[in-house]
Structures are given as C-alpha cells and as structure tokens.
C-alpha cells in the first residue's frame, strides 16, 4: 500500500501507518472481531464523502447538496436489505455500541428491565454491564450459558424471563460460539410480552452468507457492526420490521448521533456488495471450517475448548488447567507475532483483566486465504509458544515461522 501525499504532508503519520501496515502483513491475526478489507472497500473508506455534512434521512437533510450521498445511502439501505432481508435499514450508526445505544432509546426507557447474556458469559459490554451505558440507564437482568454444556439453556431463559418480565430480550454475542435458537427466543418474549434486540456483529458475515441462522425474520431488531465477519469497514447498521422504522431513524438521528459518516457509507455499499458475491459464500464456509479445525486440533492436543468446539467463526481456550492466564497467553503469543484476545469463560473466577482464557477466530486468516493446513501449523505453533512462553529461543523461531506463513498469504490491500 502506497500513499503519494502522506509521506511528503506528514512523515511522522505516514511512518506509523507504514509500521501498522508491515505489522498487518508479517504477523497472524487471529482476534475473532478484526478482519481485513479489500483495496475497494478502502478507497471508498478514503474517499472525498468524508467532506459532506448529511444530517438527517435520503430526501430528507437538513443541508445542501445532498442528493449524491442521497444516492449513496440508498445504495447501501438496498444492498442491506438484499443480504439479510430486512424491511428497514438504517446504515448510519457509527460503531456497535452506539447502534446498540440508538437501539435501547428507540424501545425503552431509562429503568425498563431487559434481559442480556452476561458478560463472563459471552455477553458484549453494551448488553447490560454495569460499567457501561446500557447497565446504568436500564435495569439489565442476566441469562447466563450452562455450567456444562457451555450452551444458552432456553428452559432457564424461559424460566427468568417468566420470572423477570423484561421489555425487551437482548440476544447475540461477542464471545459464543454456537447456533443461536432466535425462534425459542421469539417464542419466549411473545409470551412475557417483550422486544426482540438480537446483536449479530460477530456473525453477520456468516449469516449473510446463509451458513448460519439469520432473526431478522423473527426479531423486531437487529444490530450489526460491518467490520467483522461481514468485512466491510468499521461501523454498524440496524435493520427492523418496517412499524418501527420511524423509531430506530430517530433514535439514530437525531437521538444518538449527528452527521452520518458519508465515506464510511460508501464502503459499507461495497461491502454489502461484496457480500453479495457467490465469493463470499465460499469464504464464509471456509471461516467455519478453518475455526472447526483450530478447535478440533486444540481439544486432541488436550485443550479445554468451551461448549467442546464451534458453530462459527470463533472458539473460546480455557487455560486454567494449564496454570497460565488469558493475559500471559496474549503476551506470549504476541512474541511470536499471533494476536489473539484475552477472554472471560462462562463463571471465570478472574476479573476482565486477566481472565482464565483466549478467543480465537479465524475471519481474518480466511481472508488470506489460509486453510484447514495452515490452521493446523497456527494450533501447533499457539501450543508450543504457550508451552515455551518464557524461552525467548523457542518463541523467536516460531516468530520467524508465523512470518514467513503470513508472507506467503498477503492480505488484500498489499
Ligand atoms: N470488541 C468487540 C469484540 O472483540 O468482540 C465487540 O465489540
């Protein structure tokens, strides 16, 4: 990737990015929420949109000169609504949470009850933790997964949600890694009443591509970042049943935010675009089967694998067994150029900080086009880095080796 004005405008930013960009190239990314964009989503990402002020919904802004990003944002409402087969899109929010925050205000009000997933459990930050907007403002009540299967139990979100009564279900995770039953959750809120919220950022990609099951035609609302499985570049968008329609715009704009980001639109419709693609289907088959595999290799080698494998994208290692914290694991793997995340598992009995495992996820090394071997070399590298995570020696060899993988796997905007 080559910048023509950066380097003579601004050195000291034009080093960093060149620093980034190397780093991106020689090292493994396996954070199961990153991905990588391709050179067209960037350009439109880069592109001179970013100069527009567009306050407001296509035919109806409060400035001028809009009927080009007009044209744009219907692009991407269009598009949208072709992947997941929604009846109404709005494409403007910013990132998940404030598409989550937009969410909450559309339907609730400050101290109306909700049930989430907790945190520890898979849950996101914005689905009811206390240290977060969504546990402040509403009285957040938390399902957690089964002791033993590492599953959502439907019976005991049945059971709270009779016993809780919430306004609205939230459903959807950033750290699990199973199919999720939206039917039995539609079943269960029509029954005490409640909202349907289900929070596909993680999955959305997978969902596009019809490998995994899609709420839309259940839910009242769905949420989704796009910079995940799905691609495209960082951002979220909200899809709902066309009677709320009105709500959610609003909420958006102007509840939640001001001036949508017209360039980060523009790479969203080509994102969507892409999605679109027969391509894409097959890389979102591979992204199941390259975290199959990883977890597969892990339990054989006598990891412990929360809920025993993997549905999608991602997998959860418990390292408490192996005395080493999800922390220490993510430095070690550092050292040999691997990027994983720490992560809670399901009642971890250390805090966020250091938690007692690692996610990881395979979206970002699909797109290199890496497959089933290449993830079984990563198993065995993560393995041997954790075995050795002292042993400069041993980490450095590996480092070289993660290197010379990744360089044989450019990612797309080389
Ligand atoms: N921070 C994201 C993740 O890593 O899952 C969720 O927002």
Redesign the pocket.
């Known amino acids: 990737m080559k910048y023509k004005f950066l380097p003579k405008e601004d050195k000291k930013v034009a080093e960093i990015i060149a620093r980034e960009n190397k780093r991106q190239k020689e090292e493994l990314e396996l954070?199961?929420?990153e991905n990588y964009i391709s050179s067209a989503v960037l350009e439109a990402q880069g592109s001179v949109l970013t100069n527009k002020y567009s306050e407001g919904t296509p035919g109806h802004r409060y400035y001028g000169g809009n009927q080009i990003i007009d044209e744009m944002e219907l692009l991407a409402v269009a598009r949208l609504k072709k992947i997941f087969g929604c009846a109404h899109a709005n494409v403007q929010p910013l990132s998940?949470?404030p598409a989550n925050a937009a969410v909450y205000m559309a339907f609730l009000k400050p101290g109306d009850k909700v049930l989430g997933l907790k945190l520890d459990h898979g849950g996101?930050?914005s689905h009811g933790h206390p240290v977060n907007f969504s546990g402040m403002l509403y009285n957040f009540v938390q399902y957690g997964v089964d002791p033993k299967t590492g599953r959502i139990d439907m019976a005991e979100v049945r059971r709270i949600a009779k016993r809780e009564k919430p306004k609205m279900i939230v459903a959807g995770y950033?750290?699990y890694c199973r199919e999720i039953d939206w039917k039995a959750f539609k079943k269960i809120a029509d029954e005490v009443g409640a909202y349907t919220f289900a929070d596909i950022?993680?999955t959305a990609g997978l969902i596009a591509a019809g490998l995994m099951s899609n709420p839309v035609p259940y839910f009242d609302v769905v949420s989704t970042?796009t910079h995940?499985t799905l691609r495209g570049p960082r951002g979220a968008v909200i899809m709902c049943q066309e009677k709320y329609a009105k709500l959610i715009d609003r909420a958006v704009f102007p509840g939640m935010q001001g001036g949508p980001h017209n360039h980060t639109t523009a790479a969203k419709a080509v994102a969507f675009g892409e999605a679109l693609k027969p391509s894409f289907k097959k890389y979102a088959a591979q992204v199941i089967k390259n975290a199959k595999t990883m977890a597969g290799e892990f339990i054989k080698l006598g990891y412990d694998v929360v809920s025993g494998g993997t549905d999608n994208h991602l997998f959860i290692l418990n390292l408490g067994a192996r005395g080493i914290g999800g922390r220490e694991a993510e430095v070690a793997l550092e050292q040999v150029g691997i990027s994983v995340?720490r992560s809670t598992i399901p009642n971890d009995p250390n805090p966020p900080m250091n938690p007692s495992g690692i996610r990881i996820g395979s979206p970002a090394a699909t797109t290199r086009k890496m497959k089933e071997k290449e993830m079984l070399k990563v198993v065995h590298w993560i393995d041997e880095a954790l075995q050795n995570k002292d042993d400069k020696k041993v980490l450095a060899r590996i480092k070289k080796e993660v290197k010379k993988l990744c360089l044989a796997f450019p990612i797309p905007t080389e």
């Open positions: 954070i199961a929420s998940g949470s996101h930050l950033s750290a950022a993680h970042t995940k995340s």
